[in-house]
Structure formats: C-alpha cells, structure tokens
C-alpha cells in the first residue's frame, strides 16, 4: 500500500468530451505528479505541482490541465478527448526534499477513448 | 536531454534463482536519481529501490539490489531468489534534478517459472 489513490479505476469516453481524474496523495507530501502510460510503453510524465503551482510540464498540449488542492489531493482534466488518449493515467506523490525525492505511484485510471 | 535504456524485452528466471535486469541510462545532470519500480498486471507503479549519483555503495533493499556501475552509466537491478510474484514487467527510471520528472525505460516483463 503507498497511501495513493486514484479514481475511477476505468472510464469510457468518446472522442471529443472532457474528463477528471482524481488522485489522493499520501499524507504529508507536498508534490504530485501525473504520467501517461499508453499500453506497452513506459509512462510519459505530463505535469507536476509543488504545493498548488505546476512545477514542470511535459511535451503534452494545453488541453491536459491540472490542480493542486491544500488537503493534497489533486484532479487531472483532459479536454477535447482524441482517441490517442486511450492509456493509464497514473498519479505519485512525493515530499519533495534535498536529495531523495521517491514518488509513490497509485493503481492508476484506465481511460478509453472511443 | 536524459535517457534510460532497457534492453531485455523479456526474461524468464527459474522460481528461487537469481536474475538481473539491465539498465543504462544518459543525462548531463551532475546530480541524479535512479529508480526501479514493478509493474504487475494491475497496473500500479510499485517503488522497489533508489540509488543516489553520489552514494558511494549500492543500494539494497531486502532481496533487490542495485548494480551501479556510474562510469558504465549502468544501473542493473538484481533479484535474488525468485519468487511467483515477482512475474511482473519491471521499469528503470532516472530522476531530473531539474525538473523533478521521472523518465522511464520501455520496461522488462519479467517471469518466474515454478
């Protein structure tokens, strides 16, 4: 158990609508990050945020936008829903410190885009 | 730019014996982290062991070990006695001091033969 959790555990969307994932971060870390994991492939960062600011982004177009909420919980939404946004979506938190900076993963959102 | 490198597509271990997973990775940070997670079927990322740049042993973590080899640019994880469980696709991974993002390898599907 790593203290994160993300919902839903699956979603069916068609192409064009919008979507929110949520993740719950473990208590006490100040920074989430979000990756994309298409199937076979390793998963691909999109975002950070340290303490409600985005703190780093990936080579994703703005239509992935996130939150960062003081209770350290988080929401990934995802605009204008392609096909090629079919993956696992999966959220770590992390207490950002000098030197060990260990994200912890949840059991991530499998979004279909049809 | 920074890169990891997994060569084992597959590789299958006899349940009780030792395997290595091998790693290679590239950054001109001067300051760096190395991960390894286990994928198994469900999806979540599962955090195994951390190796620092600087530190100067290797890192283990009760059966895993790490090989860090830093003029190699290697960071071979190393299992000892195999068990069922640990089937799973297994993730090489180095931190960017820069940007706090992990980047991940393609992956090693592992699995243990009874």
């Known amino acids: 158990e790593t203290g994160v959790t993300q919902s839903p555990t699956h979603l069916i969307k068609t192409r064009g609508q919008q979507v929110t994932l949520r993740c719950s971060s473990q208590s006490g870390h100040n920074t989430v990050s979000w990756y994309q994991q298409a199937l076979g492939q390793g998963p691909q960062f999109i975002f950070q945020?340290?303490?409600?600011?985005?703190?780093g982004r990936g080579n994703f177009p703005p239509r992935f936008s996130g939150l960062q909420f003081p209770n350290y919980s988080s929401e990934l939404n995802v605009n204008a829903l392609e096909l090629d946004d079919s993956a696992l979506y999966l959220c770590?938190?992390?207490?950002?410190?000098?030197?060990?900076?260990?994200?912890?993963f949840g059991a991530g959102t499998r979004l279909s885009v049809l | 730019a920074q890169k990891i490198t997994q060569t084992q597509p597959g590789m299958f271990v006899q349940e009780k014996e030792a395997v290595t997973l091998d790693c290679t990775y590239d950054?001109?940070?001067?300051?760096?982290?190395l991960f390894w997670y286990k994928q198994p079927s469900s999806g979540e990322m599962i955090f195994l062991i951390y190796q620092g740049s600087y530190d100067q042993q290797n890192a283990t973590e009760g059966r895993y070990s790490l090989n860090f080899q830093k003029a190699r640019k290697s960071a071979n994880l190393v299992i000892s006695a195999s068990q069922l469980g640990d089937s799973a696709m297994y993730f090489c991974a180095i931190l960017s001091s820069n940007t706090g993002k992990l980047i991940f390898g393609q992956g090693t599907t592992l699995q243990v033969k009874p």
């Open positions: 770590a938190s992390s207490l950002l410190i000098q030197g060990e900076n260990i994200q912890y």
């Open positions: 950054t001109s940070d001067p300051s760096y982290g």
């Open positions: 945020y340290y303490r409600e600011e985005e703190n």
